[in-house]
């Protein structure tokens, strides 16, 4: 059984699939889907830049690093459609080669209840579904690519136990200098990634890990650590996107059990 929270600090989550890309006529056709399909749950459409899903390589057994690229596209990049729910909780993005589906916690609303992880799967899939299936309908073979699960958190201070960025040991305990050292820790920053091994007819795939010192939260600003976790790589050897995001939401949900505080773990009620 994977553990629970009463109340998680998680403010959003991604579930989303790369795919073969569509044509640019399909794409520019895709306003009339939204209205057909979408635009009654989704009614908010916005036009954002276009994002560039990471691809994740494990053919030379070598540990992945960023690269740089300074070359420009021949021609203008399609943008990447966002459809939100009336109350901007739950966001629907589109391009040509990537699909999302987004919880979030939109507008800094510190009482809106986390659907939990089930709710999200069920979201996702069925709005892959109708995506999908309005692809294949214009002469179009969505094959997944690459799946990707995001959760981000925004860990905010609780009475007694952390209140300055300079405290992150007692956010994250492997954070932290030898106290005998004469230094007094000011804050904390962490980019880490793992493999994911293979797994039955999953792939290998990559857990991705930050923490971000920031202020945040209602009313007056406080200092925040933001804890993003990421698992990308390919589907399931059958397709089946929903094996892929319950084996990453897994990884995501024992990983944050393993590096956050025994101590913030109570406060949020873990079950």
Not at 66 to 92: C, I, N
Not at 250 to 263: A, D, L, Y
Request: hydrophobic share 40%; charged share 20%; glycine share 8%.
């Amino acid at each position: 059984m994977i553990a629970d929270f009463a109340t998680p600090p998680v403010v959003e989550v991604v579930t989303a699939v790369r795919f073969s890309p569509m044509r640019q006529e399909t794409f520019l056709a895709f306003a009339s889907f939204w209205r057909d399909t979408w635009r009654d749950d989704f009614p908010g459409f916005e036009l954002q830049g276009p994002y560039e899903s990471p691809v994740e390589r494990f053919s030379d057994g070598a540990p992945q690093a960023p690269t740089l690229s300074f070359e420009f596209p021949p021609v203008m990049l399609l943008p990447r459609v966002w459809a939100s729910s009336a109350d901007g909780q739950h966001l629907l993005q589109v391009q040509r080669d990537w699909f999302a589906a987004n919880w979030r916690r939109h507008g800094g609303v510190s009482d809106v209840t986390y659907p939990h992880w089930p709710a999200r799967r069920t979201e996702f899939k069925q709005r892959w579904a109708e995506f999908s299936g309005w692809l294949e309908a214009q002469g179009e073979t969505p094959d997944s690519i690459q799946c990707e699960v995001t959760y981000i958190n925004h860990i905010a201070p609780v009475e007694g136990i952390w209140s300055s960025h300079g405290e992150v040991a007692r956010v994250l305990p492997g954070l932290s200098v030898g106290a005998d050292l004469p230094v007094r820790a000011e804050q904390a920053a962490l980019r880490s990634q793992y493999v994911v091994d293979a797994e039955g007819d999953l792939p290998q795939a990559r857990l991705h890990v930050s923490l971000t010192p920031a202020f945040g939260g209602p009313g007056e600003p406080k200092p925040i650590y933001v804890l993003e976790l990421t698992v990308r790589g390919a589907p399931a050897s059958d397709g089946d996107l929903g094996k892929f995001g319950d084996r990453a939401r897994r990884v995501i949900v024992e990983s944050f059990i393993s590096i956050t505080s025994s101590e913030l773990r109570m406060a949020w009620g873990q079950k």
